[in-house]
C-alpha cells in the first residue's frame, strides 16, 4: 500500500485553504509558489476540484476562486451546529418528561442519521448511536422528513428506494408509505411501532428552521411495552410541541410564511 493518495488529498486540502485569504482569485503560479508544487501539480488538482464544484475558473482573468459547492458546505456545517445548540436543552427536557431516550435525526438521501441523541436513563433501553444511520420508511423520523420534504423528492424516492422488510409490519408498498405519509403531513407526527424491529417503538415530529422549512425530526425512541403505556395522543402533543421549541429557537414563527426546501 501506498500513502500517495493521502498526499494528494492533503495537497488538495492545503490548495483550498490557500483560499482562505479571501483574494478575489488566485492564479495558478501564485498557488504553485504558495503551496510549493509545481504548477502542472496544481493545475491538476484545481482541474480535479473545479470538476467536483469545490473551485470555479474566471474566466476574465484566468484565476481561481472558490466553488459554490464550498458555500453550500459550509451552510450545512452552520445548519448543524445551530440544530445542535438549539436542540441540546429541548432534548434534555423531552427526555426528562417521557423518560426516553430523545433524538434529532436528518435526511439523508433515503436514510435518517441521527445528529443528536440522549439516552434513557431505564435499565431497559435503547442503544442507537449518534451518527448511525435508519431506513426512511420504517422509522418514525424518516417518515416525517419524507413527508415533509418537497414533492419531488419525495415521489423519486417512492419510485425508487428498496422499501426494505425488516419486520412482518414494516410497509413495503410505495402506494401504502405514500398513504402513510400524506397523513403524517396531515397531523404533524408521525409513529413507528415494531416496523425497523420487533420490540421497538419510535414517535416523531418536525423541526423548521426560519423560513418554515423542515430540516430535521425530533423524536423518543422506547420499547414497545413502556411505549403503549402512554396515551399516544398526549405522547404526540408532547414531541410537537419539543419539535415548535426547536423550532422557534432556529428563527421559526407560526406566522411567517412556509418556503419550500429546493429539491
Known amino acids: 500500500m501506498t500513502d500517495a493518495p493521502l498526499q494528494t488529498v492533503t495537497n488538495a486540502a492545503r490548495l483550498l485553504k490557500a483560499f482562505l485569504t479571501r483574494e478575489e482569485s488566485l492564479g495558478v503560479s501564485e498557488l504553485s509558489r504558495r503551496l510549493g508544487l509545481g504548477k502542472s501539480a496544481v493545475h491538476r488538482l484545481l482541474t480535479t476540484l473545479a470538476a467536483e464544484g469545490l473551485v470555479e475558473q474566471d474566466l476574465h482573468t484566468g484565476g481561481y476562486r472558490l466553488g459554490l459547492v464550498v458555500f453550500e458546505l459550509g451552510e450545512a456545517v452552520r445548519v448543524h451546529m445551530d440544530l445542535h445548540a438549539a436542540a441540546g436543552s429541548v432534548l434534555a427536557h423531552l427526555r426528562e418528561e417521557t423518560g426516553e431516550s430523545t433524538q434529532v435525526g436528518m435526511l439523508d438521501g433515503h436514510d435518517v442519521v441521527y445528529v443528536d441523541r440522549l439516552e434513557s436513563s431505564h435499565a431497559l433501553r435503547l442503544f442507537t448511536e449518534t451518527g448511525r444511520r435508519v431506513p426512511v420508511h420504517c422509522t418514525s423520523s424518516g417518515k416525517v422528513l419524507m413527508a415533509f420534504a418537497p414533492e419531488p423528492v419525495r415521489e423519486r424516492y417512492l419510485a425508487t428506494a428498496t ?3 425488516h419486520t412482518p409490519h414494516t410497509l413495503t408498498d410505495p402506494g401504502e408509505l405514500r398513504r402513510a405519509l400524506a397523513t403524517v403531513r396531515a397531523r ?10 420487533i420490540g421497538v417503538a419510535s414517535l416523531a415530529a418536525p423541526i423548521r428552521n426560519a423560513h418554515g422549512v423542515v430540516v430535521a425530526a425530533i423524536g423518543i425512541g422506547a420499547p414497545v411495552s413502556r411505549f403503549r403505556a402512554i396515551p399516544r395522543k398526549r405522547l404526540a402533543r408532547t414531541i410537537v410541541e419539543a419539535g415548535e421549541a426547536v423550532s422557534r429557537r432556529l428563527g421559526w414563527s407560526e406566522e411567517a410564511p412556509v418556503l419550500e426546501k429546493e429539491s
Open 188 to 197: 404533524g407526527w408521525a409513529d413507528a411501532v415494531d416496523e425497523r424491529e
Open 163 to 165: 422499501l426494505a422488510r
